[in-house]
């Protein structure tokens, strides 16, 4: 399992999926930096996520809100005083740690909660107990707007998106013409402090969620979260996450966050050193609190009045909260795949494979003439330049077809299309299937039509 993160990780690197943020300077160990294929994938992931949530939906609307809010947001739903995390430091090698990450490792590995920080052993250095009395730390990330560095300037980075959408309660609702059962979903950057970040872009400070804010009336929101736990279940098993990998986690009462009645999360077999399972998206019921708050901080009434009943309630918020970046590694796990492909000398090679579902993959066909020739690569070429009003194509004319199969495979292009000699005289391609490596002929006319039917 290690060696399958260190093999994504150089993997990614490589061919251009991720790279270590601000690298040339030694590295911020802050952030990742997504390469011309990372970015493709991490549009497919969200693409896939809109369109579910969204676009294919009439009781969901899309928004996108600024990173850097009134300060008066972050004291209204509780950020400033709340988001805070236990900080400890190990006094044998002064890393420091969240004192709630350490407990949880703790329990994962010895099936029972530690009696205290005394009886865990420091993930850096290994020695047992040498950790600090924890102090409460605040994760959000400041900045300052306009010319003056002071508290009058001071502001904050959004450490999630969902405040942009309660905030913008009544604009969406009126514009949209919606009254609850209703959603508003948003995907974009959100920023914290994380004491530390790590296991690649699992944990990073600055990364992207995709959030969705469903408004229900009170009692009817217990069915609600039902119903969402159910869907986003769905959805990352749609898109090829097993069974096997995935499970609900339940937080305990008494660990729950200040705003909420049940949080169950999603959890995905990262495997890390350590921990089996983590949390992918978390699904929370967050009761009336948000709305409340804010109609109590901005003297803004956001309740809802009810026709039928004749009377008003404040809407009962289920959220189901997702990583971006964090699915983009989980998809990235479950694709990645080791096997045997023959090769020319009748043997057989090693190849590694990402077994991408087709809509994530980063690039959908590769048209591959089979040698650099005069007349192969032209007509390649064509072929390519057609393919390409519909889908993300490569063109790669350069090694042994072999070797170029076996690039096409490692970042999951799902079909690869060779022009060959015959093609000058049968106006046929050959297509190859990434994951049954069979290959089949299939005339220029209706090769459009042959992708279409598949991708
Ligand atoms: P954790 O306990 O891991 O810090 P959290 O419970 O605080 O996470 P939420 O506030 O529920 O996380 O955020 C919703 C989702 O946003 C998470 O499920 C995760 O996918 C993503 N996320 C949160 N923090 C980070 C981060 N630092 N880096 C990458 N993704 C993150």
Redesign the pocket.
Known sequence: PADRIDAIVSLAKRRGFVFPSSEIYGGTRSAWDYGPLGVELKENVRRQWWRSMVQQRDDIVGLDSAVVLSRDVWAASGHLGEFV?PLTECQSCHKRF?A??LEEAFEAKHHRPPAGLSEINCPNCGVKGAFTEPKMFNGLMKTFLGPVENEEGLQYLR??TAQGIFINYNNVATAARKKPPFGVAQVGK?F?N?IT?GNF?????????M?MEFFVEPGSDEKWHEYWLQERWNWYRDLGLSEANLRFYEHPKEKL?HYSKR?V??EYRFQFGGTEF?????I?NRTDFDLTTHSKHSGVDLSYFDPEKKERWVPYVIEP???????VLAFLLEAYDEDEAPNTKGGVDKRTVLRFDKRLAPVKVAVLPLSRNPELSPKARDLAALLRTRWVVEFDDSQAIGRRYRRQDEIGTPYCVTVDFDTLTDDAVTVRDRDTMTQERVSLGQIERYLLERL
């Open positions: 995390d969240r709630d990450h450490p999630e959100s914290r994380e970040p872009i699992f944990r990073t400070r600055e990364f992207e969620q959030e966050s949080t999360d999603i983590a949390e992918l998206e978390g929370a909260a997702a990583g971006l970046t964090r699915a």
